[in-house]
């Protein structure tokens, strides 16, 4: 009996020897670069019950996978797609191992490098839309905060609040709406800085025709980011829908209150206006728009296209008119004229920026009606 104890004794100290072995062969082939190999050996000791508590292995275990994703040669990179994963978690689990500290000023910077090559790994998942495997890294990266000793990974923007973010993005970009209104509702808690959350619970919540919802969410986001156009032209987007014009010219004469020199905001106004027959008040948004940006395409020709219905109009007043009544047309007359002239004007503004067809058209037309010919074969 005490014979087969001592075989058994001996066996079993042969086994812890060996696997020590690995520890150190994996040592010796990483300092030869002997990638595989070392790999092999690391990864032999972390699966065996003698050796998988070793901070030291998982050191020697994270340099490894480090040296492979780093390496610029191919056939070393295809030993492992993961290794900026296992690179990271290696590192981890060493600092957690490492009760004394023995090890942490030799892996805090190598913990910090890895993290940061995971995060953008992160986000190059996120780009080709394999989510599940952003999610893990992501995971990771949280995991490894705790361990950012001299803000090495905080001066990367790996912080809790960032993760946070691109979580939720994630999970948006999966369609995940219960993972992602989690973390909308986590990253507006916090009062994070980042209109896109607000902006992109709007979306999902106009998608499921929840239009309350959706203005909600706006009304929040407009709280920390008041002059945000993402934010107020789906807001002005949603009342238009509607058609609640006049809740709508509220919210924007609010919104000019607080961005005067907006010149789009004046622009959406004057269309306001024009679409509700309130041409004075159009004319007047739209010329203060142009004062702005003078070169704003859309305010020119929408402008041009004021002072050509109104010069139409005038147009038919003098259709309307008997025929004795020669003063009046006359009168009428030079109104239109004068309306068409000012349409030009802001036509010819317009198609500088944006030669379009409806624009070109548009001038022709009317230099026919002003008589002039020349002027109207230049747009043909």
Known sequence: M?????????????????????????????????????????DA???????????????????????IYE???????????DAQEKAVESFITCLKLDKDNIYKDQVKGNLVQTCASLDYKVKYFIDIKEYEKALKGLDLLEQALP?????????????????MLTHFKTYARSGNKEKTKEYADKL??????????????????????????????IEKGKV??????????????????????????????DAIAV?????????ILANLYDKTNDKVNAEKEYLKALELKPDYDVANYNLGALYFNTGNEWNEKINALPLNETKKAKEYEDKKIEYFKKATDYF?????????????????????????????????
């Open 348 to 380: 010819e503004k317009s198609y500088a920026v944006s030669p379009d067809k409806a624009t070109k058209q548009r001038l022709r037309q009317l230099y026919l009606k002003l008589g002039e010919m020349e002027k109207a074969d230049k747009y043909k």
């Open 71 to 81: 390496s610029k040669k191919e056939e070393v990179k295809k030993l492992d797609a």
């Open 147 to 163: 361990y950012d000793f001299d803000q090495g990974l905080k001066r990367n923007n790996i912080t809790k609040e960032n993760l």
């Open 224 to 253: 920390l980011f008041e002059d945000n156009m993402d934010l107020i032209n789906m807001e002005i987007n949603i009342y238009l829908a509607q058609k609640k014009t006049d809740v709508l010219k509220s919210k924007l004469i």
């Open 45 to 67: 000791a972390i699966l065996n019950e003698t050796t998988k508590s070793s901070a030291k292995l998982w050191m020697y275990r994270g340099q490894i996978y480090q040296k």
């Open 2 to 42: 005490k014979r087969i104890l001592n075989i058994i004794l001996c066996c079993a100290t042969t086994l812890v020897v060996a696997q020590s072995n690995q520890i150190q062969n994996a040592s010796n082939y990483l300092r030869s670069e002997d990638f595989d190999k070392a790999k092999s050996s690391a």
């Open 259 to 267: 961005s005067p020199d907006n010149e789009v905001l004046h622009g």
């Open 188 to 217: 507006i808690d916090i009062k994070f800085k980042d209109p896109s959350i607000y902006i992109d619970m709007a979306k999902i919540d106009l998608i499921d025709k929840d239009t309350a919802k959706a203005l909600s969410y």
